[in-house]
């Protein structure tokens, strides 16, 4: 009977580009309720792209605090566990160990052992409680330390046991306030030191804040500041020991080294436990960042509900869409669209109106973030990823709270929807 | 007219489910149609002409009976198949003119091509060749709104011609315009059955459409019928053609 030939096939029919400038023109005329829509979904992505942005600053800003430390660095401090800093009786960490991990391992730029005890310290009427450190000159090769003023202690110092301070930033405002306090005395517990020098301020780690310490030759503190705490059977205790390694790749290798030579020197039976801690800045910067990533996504995971709180909105608004544009879908079917054409351009308008409460929210995110920085109180800028995982987010929601609506829409019977007033 | 059947429909009926009760609206419907001619479905309201329309427009099934279009048999097909049988076979033409209301005239003509996967350029050309044909050559950009009902019907027509369908089916195409508006377009419709060769079916209760017309197919109560005596020579009988070719 017929000539023509038997249904053809093709994939087209559908215009990506048309849709979204259909769904965009949808938009504008109708610009208060697409706002309404979008909101949840603008909060939402702001929520997530700032958190994640504030979260990765404050990140950066732990890392860099340890990496300016040197990421070479590695810490040994007496006793097996991580108990306690300051050098306390009982303690086994000595000299000669320094000494001999000077000698023996490879691989290492410098080793500075320390003597750390609390004091009383006092500019004229001005006293302060802190933290004085007996250092080697090598310490400030290992933490990379410049003084804002002055100059740090040398090994002249060291050799003559010279009664020369140099102060943490802090320590030099409180007792000097505005004064320059080189060439001035102070008296730690009640023994007149000179000050040489000012470190520059450093970032605070957690509830160590090196800049209120105050650093003496390490000979000068045994001699004049221990009294008598710091020696034990002829051996001087030392309260951490401090390693710069040559290369971050070299670290695993130095702290092997190590724990061989103070299991030998301290006699560990192999079935003994370490009576020393080894920790390398790598281990902390890991905990570091592991921390504030949990906290980040954390954060993130909570800012995402109310993105979801959008979509659900999207889904709504669609949904009254889609009942109230019954007749055009009608029309569309009756001159040949097909379900998927339909399914193509509800989702097109779910994903644009979205997307657009995506970017909208990562704006917006900008904006926070820039006035956040203006205060100084943290740098958090937008990261790349914080906008990829913003937008794409939205773009997800608007596909998957769109699905329901235009499954709808393109299952519409064309006769029923056609009759529809 | 050629001796090809377009349309070869057997024994169409069509069952409506109103809760408890079935409504058949079709009982039965036998009809043939050959490419080129111009035909009446007449009968009262109610009579199933609609619904009739519907199944040879593609736009719904039957509950039983066959239906074949250009020996193709549509009475079977998924969704999807009859979809494309309305894009590519089928051009409907319906009394509320049924156009997008925030489309061009043209977006509107362009919408069956776009479904066809025609491309962008020659969607333009075609469409606005049909809106030229049936004299809307210098409204392209206006959206139906701002044209006369005569005139949204005349964009409703092109739109149904724009794909070169094997058929054109008009349910009361003429039902919501005045008198001169609706003369109007049936002297559209008449001329591009005489220059084109379209073959076209219409829905009227109007007699004096229907006399313009080749053949009047009755409907009553869901089955065809022999119409009326006098149906279209009772009102205005001077201007009825005589002798219009009735199939036996
Ligand atoms: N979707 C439906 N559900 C239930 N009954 C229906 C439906 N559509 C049509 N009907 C019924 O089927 C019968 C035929 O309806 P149809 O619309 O085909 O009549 P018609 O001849 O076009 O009438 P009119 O001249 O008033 O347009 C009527 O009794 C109608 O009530
Ligand atoms: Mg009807």
Same mark, same amino acid.
């Given at each position: 009977?017929?000539?023509?030939?038997?249904?053809?096939?093709?994939?087209? *029919?559908?215009?990506? *580009?048309?849709?979204?400038?259909? !769904?965009?023109?949808?938009?504008?005329?109708?610009?208060?309720?697409?706002?309404?829509?979008?909101?949840?979904?603008?909060?939402?992505?702001?929520?997530?792209?700032?958190?994640?942005?504030?979260?990765?600053?404050?990140?950066?800003?732990?890392?860099?605090?340890?990496?300016?430390?040197?990421?070479? @660095?590695?810490?040994?401090?007496?006793?097996?566990?991580?108990?306690?800093?300051?050098?306390?009786?009982?303690?086994?960490?000595?000299?000669?160990?320094?000494?001999?991990?000077?000698?023996?391992?490879?691989?290492?730029?410098?080793?500075?052992?320390?003597?750390?005890?609390?004091?009383?310290?006092?500019?004229?009427?001005?006293?302060?409680?802190?933290? &004085?450190?007996?250092?080697?000159?090598?310490?400030?090769?290992?933490?990379?330390?410049? #003084?804002?003023?002055?100059?740090?202690?040398?090994?002249?110092?060291?050799?003559?046991?010279?009664?020369?301070? $140099?102060?943490?930033?802090?320590?030099?405002?409180?007792?000097?306030?505005?004064?320059?306090?080189?060439?001035?005395?102070?008296?730690?517990?009640?023994?007149?030191?000179?000050?040489?020098?000012?470190?520059?301020?450093?970032? =605070?780690?957690?509830?160590?804040?090196?800049?209120?310490?105050?650093?003496?030759?390490?000979?000068?503190? +045994?001699?004049?500041?221990?009294?008598?705490?710091?020696?034990?059977?002829?051996? +001087?205790?030392?309260?951490?020991?401090?390693?710069?390694?040559?290369?971050?790749?070299?670290?695993?290798? $130095?702290?092997?080294?190590?724990?061989?030579?103070?299991?030998?020197?301290?006699r560990l039976d192999p079935d003994e436990d370490d009576d020393f801690t080894v920790i390398s800045q790598q281990e902390l910067l890991g905990m570091a960042t592991s921390i504030t990533s949990t906290m980040t996504v954390f954060l993130a995971a909570?800012?995402?509900?109310?993105?979801?709180?959008? *979509?659900?909105?999207?889904?709504?608004?669609?949904?009254?869409? &889609?009942?109230?544009?019954t007749k055009e879908i009608g029309i569309r079917k009756a001159v040949g669209a097909q379900r998927w054409h339909i399914l193509a351009q509800f989702l097109i308008e779910t994903v644009v109106l979205s997307a657009t409460g995506g970017l909208i929210?990562?704006?917006?995110?900008?904006?926070?973030?820039a006035a956040i920085n203006s205060t100084g109180a943290l740098s958090a800028d937008l990261s790349p990823e914080a906008i990829l995982i913003g937008f794409g987010f939205s773009v997800l929601v608007g596909v998957f709270f769109g699905l329901y609506?235009?499954?709808?829409?393109?299952?519409?019977?064309?006769?029923? !929807?056609?009759?529809?007033? | 007219?050629?001796?090809? $059947?377009?349309?070869? =429909?057997?024994?169409?009926?069509?069952?409506?489910?109103?809760?408890?009760?079935?409504?058949?609206?079709?009982?039965?419907?036998?009809?043939?149609?050959?490419?080129?001619?111009?035909?009446?479905?007449?009968?009262?309201?109610?009579?199933?002409?609609?619904?009739?329309?519907?199944?040879?427009?593609? @736009?719904?099934?039957?509950?039983?009976?066959?239906?074949?279009?250009?020996?193709?048999?549509?009475?079977?097909?998924?969704?999807?198949?009859?979809?494309?049988?309305?894009? /590519?076979?089928?051009?409907?033409?319906?009394?509320?003119?049924?156009?997008? #209301?925030?489309?061009?005239? @043209?977006?509107?003509?362009?919408?069956?091509?776009?479904?066809? *996967?025609?491309?962008?350029?020659?969607?333009?050309?075609?469409?606005?060749?049909?809106?030229?044909?049936?004299?809307?050559?210098?409204?392209?950009?206006?959206?139906?709104?701002?044209?006369?009902?005569?005139?949204?019907?005349?964009?409703?027509?092109?739109?149904?011609?724009?794909?070169?369908?094997?058929?054109?089916?008009?349910?009361?195409?003429?039902?919501?315009?005045?008198?001169?508006?609706?003369?109007?377009?049936?002297?559209?419709?008449?001329?591009?059955?005489?220059?084109?060769?379209?073959?076209?079916?219409?829905?009227?209760?109007? #007699?004096?459409?229907?006399?313009?017309?080749?053949?009047?197919?009755?409907?009553?109560?869901?089955?065809?019928?022999?119409?009326?005596?006098? @149906?279209?020579?009772? !009102?205005?009988?001077?201007?009825?053609?005589?002798?219009?070719? /009735?199939?036996?």
């Amino acid at each position: 009977m017929g000539t023509r030939k038997t249904i053809k096939r093709r994939g087209a *029919g559908i215009n990506i *580009g048309q849709n979204v400038w259909i !769904a965009l023109d949808a938009m504008m005329a109708n610009k208060l309720r697409s706002a309404l829509t979008m909101l949840g979904v603008i909060i939402g992505v702001c929520a997530v792209v700032s958190l994640l942005s504030v979260g990765r600053g404050a990140e950066a800003a732990i890392t860099e605090q340890i990496e300016g430390v040197g990421t070479n @660095l590695i810490t040994i401090i007496p006793g097996g566990q991580v108990t306690s800093v300051t050098a306390t009786s009982g303690h086994n960490l000595t000299l000669a160990d320094a000494e001999a991990i000077e000698a023996e391992v490879r691989h290492i730029v410098a080793v500075a052992p320390e003597f750390r005890l609390s004091a009383q310290v006092a500019f004229e009427d001005n006293g302060m409680d802190t933290l &004085v450190i007996g250092e080697m000159p090598e310490y400030a090769v290992i933490r990379n330390l410049e #003084p804002a003023i002055g100059r740090f202690i040398s090994q002249d110092d060291v050799d003559g046991r010279e009664r020369v301070a $140099v102060l943490g930033s802090q320590a030099a405002d409180e007792l000097f306030g505005g004064l320059n306090p080189i060439g001035r005395t102070i008296r730690i517990n009640n023994v007149r030191f000179e000050v040489i020098g000012v470190l520059a301020e450093q970032g =605070a780690v957690g509830m160590f804040n090196p800049n209120t310490y105050i650093y003496v030759p390490l000979s000068t503190a +045994y001699r004049k500041l221990a009294s008598g705490r710091g020696v034990t059977g002829g051996e +001087y205790l030392v309260s951490t020991i401090m390693i710069r390694a040559e290369t971050q790749e070299a670290i695993d290798d $130095v702290i092997a080294q190590v724990e061989s030579i103070l299991r030998r020197r301290h006699r560990l039976d192999p079935d003994e436990d370490d009576d020393f801690t080894v920790i390398s800045q790598q281990e902390l910067l890991g905990m570091a960042t592991s921390i504030t990533s949990t906290m980040t996504v954390f954060l993130a995971a909570i800012a995402g509900v109310s993105l979801l709180v959008g *979509g659900i909105g999207i889904m709504n608004i669609t949904l009254v869409s &889609v009942t109230e544009r019954t007749k055009e879908i009608g029309i569309r079917k009756a001159v040949g669209a097909q379900r998927w054409h339909i399914l193509a351009q509800f989702l097109i308008e779910t994903v644009v109106l979205s997307a657009t409460g995506g970017l909208i929210g990562i704006a917006l995110s900008g904006a926070i973030l820039a006035a956040i920085n203006s205060t100084g109180a943290l740098s958090a800028d937008l990261s790349p990823e914080a906008i990829l995982i913003g937008f794409g987010f939205s773009v997800l929601v608007g596909v998957f709270f769109g699905l329901y609506p235009a499954n709808r829409a393109a299952s519409l019977h064309p006769i029923e !929807a056609l009759r529809y007033e | 007219m050629s001796e090809r $059947v377009v349309i070869e =429909a057997q024994e169409l009926s069509k069952v409506y489910h109103m809760g408890k009760t079935e409504v058949h609206a079709l009982r039965g419907v036998s009809i043939q149609v050959r490419e080129g001619e111009m035909i009446a479905i007449m009968g009262p309201s109610g009579s199933g002409k609609s619904t009739l329309m519907a199944i040879l427009g593609a @736009l719904d099934v039957p509950t039983g009976g066959r239906y074949w279009l250009e020996g193709e048999e549509i009475s079977r097909m998924s969704d999807r198949e009859l979809a494309i049988i309305r894009n /590519e076979r089928i051009g409907f033409v319906f009394q509320q003119f049924n156009l997008l #209301p925030r489309n061009t005239i @043209l977006a509107n003509v362009t919408l069956p091509l776009i479904y066809g *996967g025609v491309g962008a350029r020659e969607r333009r050309e075609r469409a606005a060749k049909m809106l030229e044909m049936v004299g809307l050559g210098d409204r392209l950009g206006h959206k139906p709104t701002e044209l006369s009902g005569g005139e949204q019907q005349r964009v409703a027509i092109a739109r149904a011609l724009v794909n070169e369908p094997a058929i054109v089916l008009a349910d009361e195409p003429t039902g919501n315009l005045d008198t001169k508006t609706g003369a109007e377009i049936m002297s559209l419709f008449k001329r591009l059955h005489q220059e084109r060769g379209i073959t076209l079916i219409i829905v009227t209760h109007d #007699p004096e459409v229907a006399a313009q017309t080749e053949r009047v197919i009755y409907l009553r109560d869901g089955r065809v019928v022999e119409p009326p005596e006098g @149906l279209l020579t009772g !009102a205005k009988p001077q201007e009825v053609d005589d002798g219009h070719p /009735e199939d036996d």
